[in-house]
């Protein structure tokens, strides 16, 4: 299995950025894909963004397509999101996560993710 922490959410103004990191251990981490998800409160926790174990697939919920970037690097066990052009609406506690399948059957449903990240806590004022 894999273990899974979340750093550097904070509070920024609506039109900055900030840049987000889970670090892996565990398992090796090119073993997994990797995701990202968020939960605003009262809110059913939702899909952002995915990557597939190599780096080379992305796919992007569209809420933040065009804003957010997700990527990793393999030799540090890390993934990061970088989020541009944040908005208030983008306030959640942001999870990574990790999924043993094969990524074409990878879904963006938080059920089918097989480990999970304590959370980090992004805060956009307006």
């Known amino acids: 299995q894999v273990q899974l922490v979340e750093s550097g959410g904070g509070l920024v103004q609506a039109g900055g950025s900030l840049r987000v990191s889970c670090a892996a251990s565990g398992r090796p981490f090119s073993y997994y894909g990797m995701g990202w998800f968020r939960q605003a409160p009262g809110k059913e926790r939702e899909f952002v963004a995915r990557?597939?174990?190599?780096?080379?697939?992305?796919n992007y919920a569209d809420s933040v397509k065009g804003r957010f970037i997700i990527s990793r690097d393999n030799d540090k066990n890390a993934l990061y999101l970088q989020m541009n052009s944040l908005k208030p609406e983008d306030t959640a506690v942001y999870y990574c996560a990790a999924s043993g399948r094969t990524y074409r059957f990878t879904t963006d449903s938080p059920s089918d993710w097989d480990y999970w990240g304590q959370g980090t806590q992004v805060t956009v004022s307006s």
């Open positions: 990557i597939d174990q190599s780096g080379s697939t992305r």
